[in-house]
C-alpha cells in the first residue's frame, strides 16, 4: 500500500509542478500565479452559485440560514471537491487491498462527505436559531424603550438592527430592507419567525399588526410578552438540564456500538470477518442498521422535549 501511495503522491506533485510552470508566464511577478487562482476560484464559485440558484435548490436558504459569510456556490464547489476527493481515496485504498468492503468506499465516503457538510449546515442553523431564540427578550425590551422614548416602531427597528449581537442584527437588518421595500412590518416579523422557527417572535408579529389595526400602547404590550418569553427560557432551561443525562445516555447508546465495531476491526480483524465474507453476515448487518436508526430515532423522540 506504501509504495502505491506514494507513486500516486508524487504523481499528483509533478502534475501540479508542471501545470504551474506551463500556466504561469515567465515575464510575470512571482504572485501571478496564486492570484489566477484565486480568480479561477472566485469565477467557478460565482458561476456554481448562479447555477444552484437558478435551479431553485435549498441550499442557498440553508447557507443564508447557516450565518456563514460564503456563498451557497462556495459551499457547494468545496462539497463536490471534498466528494471527488474522497473517491479518489476510495480508490486508491482499493487497488491496495483488494476486497468487497474496500470497493464500497469509492461510494461510502463522497456519500459520507455529503451528509456530513449537511450536517454541518443543520448544526450552524440550529445554534443561529437557539442564540435568536435567548436574545429575543432583549430585543424585545430595546424595542419597548425605544417606543417609550418617542422613536417610531421603524426607527425602533432600526436601531435594534445596529445595535444588537448576531443574529439579530442581520434578522432586524432584513426586517428593515423588506419595509422599505414595501412590505409591511407585521408581514416582515412574520418572515423572520418562521425562517428562525420562532414562535415568540410569531407572538410580537401578532401585536405589531393588532396595533397597526387598533392603536394602543405598543410598548406595554412588548414588556409583556418580553415577560413570556423571559418566563419560557426558564422553563426550557430548567427542562434541558433535567433531561441532559437522558441526553448524555442516548448519544453513549448510539455511539457504543459503532465504537466496539471499530476497536474489534483493528485489535481483531478476523472476528468481525463473517459479516463481510458471507451472505449472512450481510443479512445481519442490514438488520444491525435498520434496529439502530429505529433506536436513535426512537431515544431522539424520548430526549426531545417539546412545550
Given at each position: 500500500m506504501t509504495p502505491l501511495l506514494a507513486g500516486l503522491l508524487l504523481l499528483f506533485v509533478a502534475a501540479a509542478i508542471v501545470i504551474l510552470l506551463v500556466a504561469r508566464p515567465r515575464s510575470q511577478a512571482p504572485g501571478y500565479a496564486a492570484e489566477r487562482l484565486r480568480q479561477w476560484g472566485r469565477t467557478a464559485s460565482e458561476r456554481t452559485d448562479d447555477a444552484v440558484r437558478r435551479r431553485g435548490l435549498g441550499i442557498v436558504e440553508r447557507v443564508e440560514l447557516s450565518g456563514l459569510h460564503v456563498s451557497a456556490g462556495a459551499v457547494v464547489l468545496l462539497a463536490a471537491t471534498a466528494a471527488a476527493g474522497a473517491v479518489v481515496l476510495g480508490i486508491v485504498i482499493a487497488l491496495a487491498r483488494p476486497s468487497f468492503v474496500a470497493w464500497v468506499l469509492p461510494v461510502v465516503l463522497p456519500a459520507v462527505v455529503v451528509v456530513g457538510v449537511r450536517l454541518f449546515l443543520d448544526y450552524r442553523i440550529d445554534r443561529r436559531r437557539?442564540?435568536?431564540?435567548?436574545?429575543?427578550?432583549?430585543?424585545?425590551?430595546?424595542?419597548?424603550?425605544?417606543?417609550?422614548?418617542?422613536?417610531?416602531?421603524?426607527?425602533?427597528?432600526?436601531s435594534v438592527s445596529t445595535d444588537s449581537a448576531s443574529p439579530t442584527a442581520e434578522e432586524f437588518t432584513r426586517v428593515i430592507n423588506e419595509h422599505r421595500l414595501g412590505r409591511p412590518l407585521s408581514d416582515a416579523f412574520l418572515g423572520v419567525a418562521e425562517r428562525m422557527k420562532s414562535d415568540d417572535l410569531a407572538w410580537t408579529a401578532q401585536a405589531v399588526a393588532i396595533h397597526r389595526e387598533v392603536g394602543g400602547n405598543l410598548s406595554e404590550v412588548l414588556d409583556h410578552v418580553a415577560d413570556t418569553i423571559r418566563e419560557r427560557q426558564q422553563i426550557r432551561r430548567q427542562v434541558a438540564t433535567l433531561s441532559s443525562e437522558g441526553r448524555v445516555s442516548a448519544i453513549v447508546l448510539m455511539v457504543l456500538p459503532v465504537g466496539v465495531a471499530l476497536l474489534l476491526s483493528v485489535v481483531s480483524p478476523g472476528y468481525l470477518s463473517l459479516f463481510v465474507t458471507t451472505p449472512l453476515g450481510f443479512a445481519l448487518l442490514g438488520l444491525c442498521l435498520i434496529l439502530f436508526i429505529v433506536g436513535s430515532l426512537w431515544l431522539r423522540s424520548i430526549t426531545r422535549i417539546r412545550f
Open positions: 437557539a442564540a435568536f431564540s435567548e436574545q429575543l427578550e432583549g430585543t424585545l425590551q430595546l424595542l419597548a424603550s425605544g417606543l417609550r422614548a418617542g422613536h417610531s416602531l421603524q426607527r425602533a427597528v432600526d
